[in-house]
């Protein structure tokens, strides 16, 4: 089946640091992958995609290569800030499952002053 | 573009009653939306798929009678939980798809419905 997991969390780092959220997936097939972001108390927005390999998404500052040989779709991001603060939902789609999503288990990053 | 909006945002229910959640797509047509619930601190579980002008496509475990989903329009999406009870509290999210094929099957994500069941 298909599944994603994603680093556990909480994360917490200081304004400016690097992050790095890991996200590797098994898919029976050629997924589009995708990140979110969920603020306390509102939806999932979309970050970033790739559609095939090799593939770099980037939005806000936030970077994520899609790593066949790999099967990853690591989130970087080179100096956070607390407006960061939030849980990141990595995630899959396959066309052939009805374009059902499979998400991961969500990482809640904290970014302190 | 490509906004997605619920309604109510919040709802106190009492127990035994049921409630309607609306789920549109402001700017765009989208044949098929999804229905999914999620937990304190816990990642989403898709409850369902709703496909416009056709019977909702339920995941394993999730009762089909109890999460009533009717996909009338290629904007509207309702879920209504029947007969609620405290163990239905939850915060019910939707998402759409672009009625046009977009490479990569993005989704589109409202904004949520906190249920709370007394």
């Known amino acids: 089946g298909n599944s994603v997991t994603q680093m556990e969390g909480p994360v917490t780092l200081s304004e400016e640091a690097f992050l790095t959220i890991n996200c590797t997936y098994t898919a029976t097939g050629y997924p589009s992958l995708f990140w979110y972001v969920q603020y306390p108390g509102e939806g999932l927005q979309l970050l970033l995609k790739?559609?095939?390999?090799?593939d770099k998404g980037s939005n806000k500052g936030f970077e994520a290569t899609y790593r066949k040989e790999t099967t990853s779709f690591h989130l970087e991001k080179g100096s956070v800030q607390v407006s960061d603060s939030a849980v990141y939902f990595c995630a899959l789609t396959l066309n052939t499952n009805a374009g059902k999503s499979t998400f991961g288990d969500g990482t809640t990053l904290t970014v302190k002053p | 573009g490509a906004v997605v909006s619920q309604h109510p945002s919040w709802v106190i229910c009492k127990s035994g009653t049921s409630v309607k959640i609306e789920c549109r797509s402001l700017d765009f047509q989208a044949t098929t939306m999804f229905w999914y619930r999620q937990f304190p601190k816990q990642s989403l579980m898709l409850m369902a798929t709703?496909?416009?002008?056709?019977?909702?496509?339920?995941e394993q475990g999730v009762e089909k009678d109890k999460f009533l989903i009717n996909h009338a329009s290629l904007t509207l999406s309702t879920l209504t939980v029947t007969s609620a009870h405290p163990e239905d509290s939850s915060f019910y999210i939707c998402?759409?798809?672009?009625?046009?094929?977009?490479?990569?099957?993005?989704?589109?994500f409202g904004p949520g419905t906190r249920l709370t069941v007394t």
């Open positions: 998402s759409a798809r672009d009625r046009v094929e977009i490479p990569g099957y993005e989704q589109y």
């Open positions: 709703s496909n416009e002008g056709s019977k909702a496509t339920y």
């Open positions: 790739a559609t095939k390999a090799d």
